[in-house]
């Protein structure tokens, strides 16, 4: 099914925009509840003497939790829809119990993490779980309801031939996967690790040494996604919400899938080498070189 | 009723082993750092090479299957483009705002440590590469070859779901795409996870020493593994009638 050029953009443009706001919340979230492969730096802390007030659960990788947190609220919403509920009723009940029953994963997998660590006596705080995983919670629904509300469009206005639980599935896989490669650089590669100097990448020596003072008393991970909301979590936001879009753009403006469709796509690949490279070429210039060429510094003396 | 020495379901079989080799060659191709990478460590996307594939070829198989539910009788050099398309610009997306991440997040220019200048634009990596890490960032060499592994993942996706909804649906005409789907998600994630052991969590791309070390025993391993899905693919079509 293709819809006409106008309702295709607005559908389109909808879409886009969850899509966004469901990366950058998918983000943020992992932020919050330190999860992926930035995490591996939290679970390292304690091992080097480091102990720490940073909620530290990793459910399992980022796409995989966020599938099942996806699926599980779409398959809550299809069984509501068929009892004739608003699908905007059915949506957000549906992303709700999904961001309850991953925020009781959150809490096993938090307490059962500090617990392999006692005998690196990092304590288990419970004040921390107490005001971190409503916040998780949180940040869990505003992107379920997003990528089950991509998942009903595409299945009632766009035609898809899956039905919604597996479209939020695989929805719920590539924010996460786009959100643990994106977002998490900034979490792990930045925030972890503001006393190393600005423009290098973290020396392998400095593994596990966490910085765990904050702008105002101990760091929390409430400060963590505070600082990563300014970056990261729209980055990974503008990641999502691009695949979304440029993925379906050509087929709305070409009117289905044809050889012009493709070639469009394929220049959009292309640009988007052009612009790595502008990029690239760009940082080079301007962060410089790390040490000298020894022909060139030869030359020189 | 389905038949397994059918020469048809034969080929059938053969083309989903075939497809679930591509995905895992395409796997080779995309460049992943894993935990390191997401510290600046090390070269590449700061994912999982499980989770990068699979997150780019199930944007092919949304692509490829939404171009076959739309026109039935679409040749199927279409519906695999359909999927390379989708694959491709999910992949170049994330590359992008993994790119601003590194570059104005993190502040580290893009280095490959694998080679001292890039096949590609020829630009000089080793002095890029700052101290105590095995580069960092995505330079132009490993986004191109994530873009490849893309598009071979997108047209291996593509390939499962074509043959196995042309199996199902005259068995299961509603549900086809839906099993199909299902199916070659499997068949995505088995072929995606070979090559992790290969890999051993990083690998920069088809420039990478790794690259040639491994690829031949994955795709082999791949290929077999491929094989006996594509035979349940068929056996649970058994099932249907």
């Known amino acids: ?301 | 009723m389905v038949s397994l020495l059918d020469p048809t379901m034969l080929t059938n079989i053969f083309l989903i082993a075939i497809s679930g080799t591509l995905i895992c060659i395409a796997v080779h191709f995309i460049p992943v750092g894993g935990a390191p990478a997401a510290m600046a460590q090390a070269t590449g996307i700061g994912t999982g090479t499980v989770e990068l594939a699979a997150g780019s070829g199930l944007v092919g198989l949304l692509t490829a299957s939404h171009m076959y539910a739309g026109e039935p009788n679409a040749p199927v050099s279409l519906v695999l483009a359909a999927g390379a398309m989708g694959s491709m610009i999910m992949m170049a997306s994330v590359g992008i705002a993994c790119g601003i991440m590194y570059a104005y997040g993190v502040g580290v220019p893009f280095a490959s440590a694998q080679v001292k200048r890039d096949p590609i634009t020829g630009a000089r990596q080793d002095l890029y590469v700052s101290k105590g890490t095995q580069g960092h960032g995505v330079p132009t060499v490993c986004f191109v070859s994530g873009l490849i592994g893309a598009a071979l993942g997108g047209i291996g996706g593509a390939l499962i779901y074509y043959v196995l909804v042309g199996i199902y649906t005259p068995l299961i005409t509603t549900s086809a795409a839906a099993v199909a789907g299902v199916f070659t998600v499997a068949v995505f994630y088995v072929n995606s996870v070979i090559p992790s052991y290969g890999v051993a969590g990083t690998i920069e791309g088809f420039h990478d020493p790794k690259f040639r070390r491994v690829l031949p025993k994955d795709a082999v391993t791949s290929f077999v593994v491929s094989l006996l899905s594509g035979i349940i693919a068929v056996m649970i079509a058994g099932g249907m009638v």
């Open chain 1, 1 to 301: 099914m293709v819809l006409d050029l106008t309702m295709g953009m607005a559908v389109l443009a909808l879409m886009g925009a969850l899509a966004t706001i469901a990366g950058c919340l998918e983000d943020l979230e992992t932020d919050v509840g330190s999860q992926s492969n930035a995490n591996s730096q939290v679970q390292l802390a304690p091992q080097m003497g480091f102990l720490h007030r940073i909620y530290n659960k990793a459910i399992s990788g980022e796409p995989v939790s966020y599938g099942f947190s996806a699926v599980t609220g779409a398959t809550v919403t299809t069984v509501l829809l068929n009892f004739r509920l608003y699908p905007l009723t059915a949506i957000t009940i549906g992303a709700f119990i999904a961001a309850i029953i991953y925020g009781v994963f959150s809490t096993t997998a938090h307490a059962g993490r500090i617990a392999s660590q006692s005998r690196f006596k990092q304590p288990l705080y419970m004040d921390m779980i107490r005001y971190t995983t409503p916040t998780i919670i949180a940040h869990n629904f505003i992107a379920n309801f997003c990528l089950i509300a991509i998942a009903y469009l595409q299945f009632t206005m766009l035609g898809f031939p899956f039905p919604i639980p597996f479209l939020a599935l695989i929805w719920g896989i590539t924010v996460g996967c786009i959100g643990s490669a994106v977002g998490d650089v900034h979490y792990g590669g930045e925030r972890q690790y503001q006393n190393r100097e600005f423009g290098v990448g973290l020396n392998t020596a400095l593994s596990g040494r966490i910085v765990r003072k904050g702008e105002s008393g101990l760091r929390s991970s409430i400060d963590n996604v505070w600082f990563c909301a300014k970056f990261g979590g729209p980055a990974t936001g503008i990641g999502f919400g691009l695949v979304v879009f440029l993925t379906f753009w050509p087929v709305i403006i070409f009117r289905g899938y044809t050889w012009n469709t493709m070639i469009a796509g394929f220049i959009i690949v292309v640009l988007m080498v052009l612009l790595n490279r502008l990029l690239e070429v760009n940082i080079k210039n301007t962060y410089g070189p790390y040490k000298e060429d020894k022909i060139e510094k030869e030359a020189r003396t």
